[in-house]
């Protein structure tokens, strides 16, 4: 092969290259997120569900006001049911008093 060969082969080559990368198919657009239907009835994984807890009867409410705040937004989301029962701090360490 001569130089004028290679030349022009190299120059085939190279254009063959510049027109197949021009020539691409047009990139394709990410699909769209789709909304999700929001549903008007949340789901309760926890109904029928029954908490019992056991807390400090305290005079500030520290711990038990949170606590008592809390639990009609929980048992609306989750469907569960609480049960709090608050004894005196004398009593903690007796355990709950059977009925």
Known sequence: MSYNDV???????L???????????????????????IPTEPDKPF?????NILTMDEINGSISEPLLRRVPDFEALTGATINIDKIPFGE??????SS
């Open 7 to 13: 030349s022009q082969l190299f120059v085939v080559v």
């Open 15 to 37: 254009l063959t290259l510049f027109v197949t990368s021009c020539s691409s198919t047009p990139p394709t657009k990410p699909p769209e997120p789709t909304a999700t239907a």
């Open 47 to 51: 109904a029928g569900v029954e908490i």
């Open 92 to 97: 903690l360490y007796d355990g709950p008093k």
